[in-house]
């Protein structure tokens, strides 16, 4: 079983993957004990960041097959992906998911995870030195999606009721 941040670091992952041609192996989540950065400066980071509900949870009633009930609450969040690139592709590869953030082709490709990108900003120039005293381009996007969590919980239900009526006098 995986948790609502691992699918969407997931989705996160296949997207730039899908959207960038940098290697699948070069895609890191951010915020990993014990992850060697490739040696090339040719990478991608992502981090999930500061997630926030928002709207009022929406509560669902339901009957499973075995006639037992349930109640689902659903609530919806909105969580900032920031995703920083590396290298002498940094540039471009930032702003190709600039590019998609704004079109349908990531509304659809997201839709599958239970996600939807929602705003893009531009691409912030954060060109830093490096342990070694170098240059190491890095461009960095910050990219919002909402999604939505649920929590069901049992509720006691009933199907057959049987009435007793008793005359009484006024």
Not at 26 to 52: M, Q, R
Request: include cysteine; aromatic fraction near 14%; charge should be negative.
């Amino acid at each position: 079983m995986t948790t609502r941040k691992q699918d969407i670091q997931y989705a996160i992952r296949e997207m730039l993957k899908k959207y960038t041609d940098c290697p699948p192996e070069n895609i890191l989540a951010g915020y990993n004990n014990h992850v060697e950065l490739p040696p090339d400066n040719n990478y991608i980071i992502f981090s999930i960041l500061n997630p926030f509900r928002y709207g009022t949870p929406r509560v669902e009633f339901g009957i499973d097959k075995d006639d037992k009930g349930y109640n689902t609450s659903y609530q919806t969040y909105r969580v900032e992906v920031q995703i920083d690139f590396y290298g002498n592709f940094a540039f471009d590869r930032a702003n190709d998911i600039i590019n998609i953030s704004r079109t349908e082709f990531l509304c659809e490709f997201l839709k599958p995870y239970g996600i939807q990108p929602i705003a893009c900003d531009d691409a912030r120039n954060l060109t830093g030195v490096s342990g070694e005293r170098e240059y190491v381009e890095r461009w960095m996007v910050n990219l919002e999606i909402d999604y939505e969590d649920t929590v069901t919980d049992s509720q006691d239900s009933f199907n057959t009721v049987e009435l007793n009526r008793y005359e009484t006098e006024l």
